[in-house]
């Protein structure tokens, strides 16, 4: 891991820990993992966003006033509210996709669920899904929340990771493994 990453990642665990720990102390997880949720989501969507965050453009009081006026217009708790206006003024918005990842993942272990990343060739239906987090379930025993993602170049199939392990049944791979068995023989 390069040392800017590292970095990066350190002060997005303190504050993320600092967040978590507030939240339960005051019974109040399911607002955070809401708010954590929206925040996650306008970073993924909004290129915008993603600049303010990251630029050096942008001066303190501009971040600022800018990611409250964003906490209200989500509709983000309190305390999630005066976490991102600390963050402005100490400059370390840039840590924010970071501090995301980390505080699901907190919430996660908190409520004893593990979350699966799966990506296929077409959305998966409600039903599909939910199938899906109960054959995993039963496999790892624990609650499976579904993070899905869709590549079209799979072609059909799914690629499943779930901590360390990764099940790839896609289309993409069965040729790629065809390909590579046919130059062995010829």
Request: no cysteine; hydrophobic share 45%; net charge positive.
């Amino acid at each position: 891991m390069s040392e800017s990453a590292s970095i990066s990642s350190g002060i997005a665990a303190r504050y993320a820990t600092a967040l978590f720990e507030l939240a339960k102390e005051s019974k109040d997880l399911k607002t955070l993992e809401g708010d954590i949720d929206a925040l996650d989501a306008a970073l993924k969507s909004s290129a915008d966003l993603n600049a303010l965050i990251s630029s050096p453009v942008y001066t303190r009081a501009d971040q600022a006033q800018a990611i409250a006026s964003i906490a209200v217009k989500m509709g983000l708790s309190p305390l999630s509210a005066n976490t991102l206006a600390l963050m402005a003024s100490k400059r370390r918005l840039f840590v924010l996709p970071h501090l995301t990842k980390i505080v699901q993942d907190k919430i996660s272990e908190e409520k004893g669920e593990v979350t699966a990343e799966v990506t296929s060739a077409v959305k998966l239906s409600a039903a599909q899904a939910k199938s899906l987090a109960e054959t995993l379930k039963a496999s790892v025993g624990k609650d499976v929340k579904l993070k899905t993602a869709v590549d079209e170049s799979l072609i059909g199939g799914l690629i499943v990771k779930l901590g360390s392990t990764m099940i790839d049944t896609s289309v993409k791979a069965k040729l790629a493994a065809l390909q590579n068995a046919m130059k062995e023989v010829g």
